[in-house]
């Protein structure tokens, strides 16, 4: 697999379109960051990591366990995810240059120096670094 990222928000998005509960991603420190960042804003209800067996396979793999957030009637809360940044084409913007995403309904999530943060965070701290992701 050549983006993970892009692995991580398929499923979200796949989820989401399909009203699933929760959804299964292998886990890594950049992903686990992103849930978190979903979560604190507001995307998604939680996550956890477990560790499971997958069939045929003989030792334990850690996977990011997303339960997803739905409004009162069913109604999505993530209306959309896009990756931005990949890997044949990087975007990077400067902490003053980061754009709203949705006319400031949704977040921008930027890897900087500092760490993950939303873009709004980046500009209030003053940094820019590679966009990954919008979402609304």
């Given at each position: 697999?050549?983006?993970?990222?892009?692995?991580?928000?398929?499923?979200?998005?796949?989820?989401?379109?399909?009203?699933?509960?929760?959804?299964?991603?292998?886990?890594?420190?950049?992903?686990?960051?992103?849930?978190?960042?979903?979560?604190?804003?507001?995307?998604?209800?939680?996550?956890?990591?477990?560790?499971?067996?997958?069939?045929?396979?003989?030792?334990?793999?850690?996977?990011?366990?997303?339960?997803?957030?739905?409004?009162?009637?069913?109604?999505?809360?993530?209306?959309?995810?896009?990756?931005?940044?990949?890997?044949?084409?990087?975007?990077?913007?400067?902490?003053?240059?980061?754009?709203?995403?949705?006319?400031?309904?949704?977040?921008?999530?930027?890897?900087?120096?500092?760490?993950?943060?939303?873009?709004?965070?980046?500009?209030?701290?003053?940094?820019?670094?590679?966009?990954?992701c919008n979402v609304w």
């Amino acid at each position: 697999m050549t983006d993970p990222i892009a692995d991580m928000l398929t499923r979200l998005r796949n989820a989401v379109q399909a009203k699933r509960a929760r959804v299964d991603i292998p886990a890594s420190r950049l992903k686990l960051e992103i849930a978190k960042i979903l979560q604190d804003e507001g995307y998604i209800q939680g996550f956890t990591v477990v560790e499971e067996v997958p069939e045929g396979a003989r030792t334990a793999q850690k996977v990011v366990r997303i339960a997803l957030k739905y409004g009162p009637r069913g109604e999505r809360v993530i209306t959309g995810i896009e990756r931005v940044s990949r890997p044949g084409r990087r975007v990077y913007f400067g902490h003053d240059e980061v754009p709203p995403v949705l006319a400031g309904l949704g977040i921008s999530i930027l890897t900087t120096s500092r760490g993950l943060m939303t873009g709004r965070q980046a500009s209030r701290s003053g940094v820019g670094g590679e966009v990954l992701c919008n979402v609304w």
